[in-house]
């Protein structure tokens, strides 16, 4: 079982997060989020609790619910979409990119 390979849809991200406890738990095949909570880790070793990688490099976490946010933004409407490529398509050619 060791030379398995998660599949795209096996590698996901669970966060469990009740009303009744502090903590936020976390558990995770996503390399970005395992860096950052690893680095939060060393950073604030008494808010983060991150297990070492599992046989599939999965992550197990404990986090104190008083260093998560939870940001949830509405859709870019596609007029601001077409006047942010226009402003980067300028810069770009401002500065000869």
């Known amino acids: ?19 009744a406890e502090d903590a936020v738990y976390i558990d995770t095949c996503n390399p970005n989020l395992i860096k950052r909570l690893n ?3 060393k950073k604030h070793p008494t808010k983060f609790k991150v297990e ?11 986090v104190s619910k008083d260093v998560i946010r939870v940001s949830l933004h ?10 942010l490529s226009t402003q980067a398509k300028e ?7």
């Open 1 to 19: 079982m060791s030379d398995y390979k998660l599949t795209p849809l096996e590698r996901e991200t669970i966060i469990l997060w009740n009303e």
């Open 39 to 41: 680095s939060a880790k």
């Open 52 to 62: 070492p990688p599992d046989n599939f490099g999965a992550v197990s976490a404990i």
């Open 74 to 83: 509405a859709p870019m409407t596609e007029e601001k979409r077409e006047r």
């Open 91 to 97: 810069w770009q050619e401002k500065n000869g990119v």
